[in-house]
């Protein structure tokens, strides 16, 4: 009876798996649908109103299509190509509502959410790291106007972020890259940087403890600068995470955190402070190398 059990567990968590797949699967085609509805209404408005609108009245719907085949494309190469682990069966892991890309989590709900508008200014410098495709940099650049970079290491969701940002006249103010944060050389430093659930990543590319994290983190920013700080869903309630945050004390300062996403996740907002020379100099010794020489 127990090998019946434990033998029906496991066919158990396949048919979960498979039932989960196929309705993300549905709900995309349910998303593409709705894309063609989208730009078919729009081409009935440009039809009976032809002595008003042309392509500079509508080209952020109208064009809607050919960009969406670029990301169709980017999503099949990636299925065919990439070995490493894809966050949310191979789509984008964040959803960008003003370009009508399917995926996981709102960006723009999260953005509000995590009222980044009221942190991050026109000024800012800012960095995602293990941005996805890079939909809450190129956001917080449109909404605020403030220039920002992205990394992560999958090439075919920033390649997709890339197609987006040029679809939404961002290039000047938008970098997005695709490499290892562990690899990664700024070349200045960041006024604001996120860091959202990406100290300790599923695919495996990226698993350092916390304090190395921050400490890398600390490194590549402005004195004062902000770092806004989202937990993974294990580290809530987890006293080694509190710990080893508590830590960081004497290289970021923070009074307290917001419960986020259904208490499942904490964001933290942590001011980077200056280090003492001495220590200024130990740090520097360990992590020399992660500015860019033209810094």
Known sequence: ??????GATPTLSKIKKFVRHSMIVAASLLH????????????????TERHTIDQTSDRFIIDLPTLHKKV????????????SYSYF??????????????????????????????????????????????????YSAFR???????????????????????????????KLIAQSFLDYRPERLYSVVLSFATHWTDDK??????????????????SGGLLVFETHSAD?????????LE?????????????????????????????PPLEGQIVDAAISGVIGDDH
């Open 1 to 6: 009876m127990t090998q019946q059990v434990s």
């Open 32 to 47: 593409q649908s709705g894309i063609f509805l989208i730009v078919s209404a729009r081409k009935l408005v440009r039809l």
């Open 72 to 83: 169709r494309h980017e999503l099949d190469l990636q299925r065919r190509e990439y070995n």
């Open 89 to 138: 069966h191979g789509y984008p892991y964040q959803s960008l509502g003003i370009l009508q890309i399917f995926g996981e989590r709102g960006t723009e709900e999260r953005f509000d959410a995590y009222e980044l508008a009221a942190l991050i200014k026109t000024s800012d410098h800012v960095l995602d790291i293990g941005c996805n495709c890079g939909f809450m940099t190129l």
């Open 144 to 174: 605020t106007g403030c220039s920002a970079d992205g990394i992560d290491i999958n090439p075919y969701m920033i390649r997709i972020g890339q197609y987006c940002s040029e679809y939404l006249q961002l290039n000047d103010r938008v």
């Open 205 to 222: 590319n990226y698993r350092v403890q916390l304090q190395d994290h921050l400490l890398r983190i600390h490194a590549m920013m402005e």
């Open 236 to 244: 809530v309630g987890n006293p080694e995470f509190y710990s080893a």
């Open 247 to 275: 830590e960081m004390r004497g290289h970021f300062s923070w009074d307290s955190c917001r419960s986020m996403a259904r208490g499942t996740r904490e964001l933290y907002l942590m001011r980077q402070l200056p280090r």
